[in-house]
């Protein structure tokens, strides 16, 4: 929803009039609103069911049903697709009182420190080089079995730990399932109740899954320490290097993993990089006039996050094109190296070209059909503290 929008919404807590709406509008936007305006609103809001008094039990498992199932359609494809396994609920409910005190600050702290000085940035940061040097070494077949079980069994307790986090703080937690991204395939929990949550508990329900991978190298530090070499010495060696490098990356606010979602969480916003997006297309489009909607803070957050990603992105591409140049004229030569990149910029930018003007061609599907009946004289969400934490204030 636009600024607008929001502005209306989070005043229609059933104490104020239209009367009282329209003025405290005109108060901000320097604009009356019609009685179209307010046809379209309600009937937006009546559609989506969210008007107290005036809701349809049948029409709101329609939207879920159908909300569900297109979320469904986009994830599936040959590069992306889910495959829901169990509904953890219950077993969830049966865990969490025996793991209660894993959320106190007395635990989280402790151990959050421990993974870092042990592990994370204790012995890898010790010992990187000797780590890095066994990766080009062969492994046998059951060491590389192992490690790949080891690393499926971690990654499932990760996203356990956002399941059980959001259990915690009393979301719903539905699914359990394997998630398949071109060419991962890894586990996945899907807790998309963390958006009744405050940004703070939204924030820990990302990190949950970061703070357990983190903890879980610690055995593997000590198996490091204090083991003997042999093959469990290498395994740890292993899980230990690409564990943290793992744990780093998911930290990444430039990337859709834990660390992008954890700071859109902490401003308080749905998706971060697409209001970005829609941010600066409205400044390219109307200059800063397009863009007085926003709060001081969304400017800002959106401006730094902009530039900083084209900073990370512009570096990230800058050392794979040196690489892959540097790659191609030690098994060619630099003329063909220079050819090779070339045809493969002028074919990358014909495909975002295609997808460009194929997503614009795209028909707009027609506005919501207002309701028959009249709006209430006193306009109420039916979940005032859902629509406090809609990100609704940008565009």
């Given at each position: 929803m636009?600024?607008?929008?929001h502005?209306?919404?989070?005043r229609?807590?059933?104490?104020?009039?239209?009367?009282?709406?329209?003025?405290?509008?005109a108060?901000?936007?320097?604009?009356?609103?019609g009685p179209?305006?307010?046809?379209?609103l309600?009937?937006?809001?009546h559609?989506r069911?969210?008007?107290?008094?005036?809701?349809?039990?049948?029409?709101?498992?329609?939207?879920?049903?159908?909300?569900?199932?297109?979320?469904?359609?986009?994830?599936?494809?040959p590069?992306?697709?889910?495959?829901?396994?169990?509904d953890?609920q219950?077993?969830?409910?049966?865990?969490?009182?025996?793991?209660?005190?894993?959320?106190?600050?007395?635990?989280?702290?402790?151990?959050?420190?421990?993974?870092l000085?042990?592990?994370?940035?204790?012995?890898v940061?010790?010992q990187?080089?000797?780590?890095a040097?066994?990766?080009?070494?062969?492994?046998?077949l059951a060491a590389?079995?192992?490690?790949?079980?080891?690393?499926?069994?971690?990654?499932?307790?990760h996203?356990c730990a956002?399941?059980l986090?959001?259990?915690?703080?009393?979301?719903?937690?539905?699914?359990?399932?394997?998630?398949?991204?071109f060419?991962l395939?890894?586990p996945?929990c899907?807790v998309?109740?963390?958006?009744?949550?405050?940004?703070?508990?939204?924030?820990?329900?990302?990190?949950a899954?970061?703070?357990?991978?983190m903890?879980?190298l610690v055995?593997f530090?000590a198996?490091r320490?204090?083991?003997?070499?042999?093959m469990?010495?290498?395994?740890?060696?292993t899980?230990?290097?690409?564990?943290t490098?793992t744990?780093v990356?998911?930290?990444?606010p430039?990337?859709?993993?834990?660390?992008y979602?954890?700071l859109?969480?902490?401003?308080?916003?749905?998706?971060?990089?697409?209001?970005?997006?829609?941010?600066?297309g409205r400044?390219?489009?109307?200059?800063p006039?397009?863009?007085t909607?926003?709060?001081?803070r969304?400017?800002v957050?959106?401006?730094?996050?902009?530039?900083?990603?084209?900073l990370?992105?512009?570096?990230?591409?800058?050392?794979?094109?040196r690489?892959?140049?540097t790659?191609l004229?030690t098994?060619l030569?630099?003329?063909?190296?220079?050819?090779i990149?070339?045809a493969?910029?002028?074919l990358?930018?014909?495909i975002?070209?295609?997808?460009t003007r194929?997503r614009?061609?795209?028909?707009?599907?027609?506005p919501?059909?207002?309701?028959?009946?009249?709006?209430?004289?006193?306009?109420?969400?039916?979940?005032?503290?859902?629509?406090h934490?809609?990100?609704?204030h940008?565009?």
């Amino acid at each position: 929803m636009g600024p607008r929008e929001h502005f209306l919404m989070s005043r229609m807590d059933g104490t104020r009039s239209l009367e009282d709406l329209a003025g405290e509008y005109a108060s901000a936007y320097q604009r009356r609103l019609g009685p179209e305006n307010w046809q379209q609103l309600f009937g937006m809001l009546h559609k989506r069911q969210l008007l107290h008094g005036a809701t349809d039990p049948a029409a709101l498992a329609a939207l879920t049903s159908s909300a569900a199932e297109g979320a469904a359609k986009t994830r599936r494809g040959p590069l992306s697709a889910r495959m829901p396994l169990f509904d953890p609920q219950r077993l969830f409910d049966r865990v969490l009182p025996w793991l209660a005190p894993v959320f106190s600050w007395w635990f989280v702290l402790p151990a959050l420190a421990l993974a870092l000085a042990l592990a994370v940035l204790g012995y890898v940061g010790w010992q990187l080089p000797d780590l890095a040097a066994g990766i080009g070494g062969g492994r046998p077949l059951a060491a590389i079995l192992i490690a790949v079980a080891v690393t499926w069994v971690i990654i499932f307790l990760h996203e356990c730990a956002h399941g059980l986090t959001c259990r915690y703080f009393g979301g719903r937690v539905t699914e359990i399932g394997v998630m398949w991204r071109f060419p991962l395939l890894a586990p996945y929990c899907k807790v998309d109740d963390v958006v009744l949550f405050t940004p703070r508990r939204r924030v820990a329900t990302a990190f949950a899954g970061v703070f357990v991978s983190m903890l879980a190298l610690v055995p593997f530090a000590a198996i490091r320490l204090w083991g003997s070499p042999g093959m469990l010495y290498d395994l740890a060696g292993t899980m230990l290097l690409f564990g943290t490098a793992t744990a780093v990356l998911n930290l990444v606010p430039f990337l859709r993993l834990d660390g992008y979602h954890m700071l859109s969480h902490a401003l308080n916003l749905a998706d971060l990089r697409t209001d970005t997006y829609r941010f600066y297309g409205r400044l390219v489009r109307q200059g800063p006039r397009g863009v007085t909607d926003y709060r001081t803070r969304d400017r800002v957050a959106f401006t730094v996050y902009g530039l900083a990603s084209v900073l990370f992105i512009g570096t990230v591409l800058t050392f794979l094109i040196r690489y892959w140049y540097t790659s191609l004229a030690t098994w060619l030569s630099p003329t063909w190296a220079v050819v090779i990149l070339t045809a493969e910029a002028i074919l990358l930018a014909a495909i975002i070209t295609h997808l460009t003007r194929r997503r614009r061609s795209t028909p707009t599907p027609p506005p919501d059909t207002p309701p028959a009946r009249p709006p209430r004289p006193r306009p109420a969400l039916l979940f005032p503290p859902i629509m406090h934490f809609l990100p609704g204030h940008n565009a």
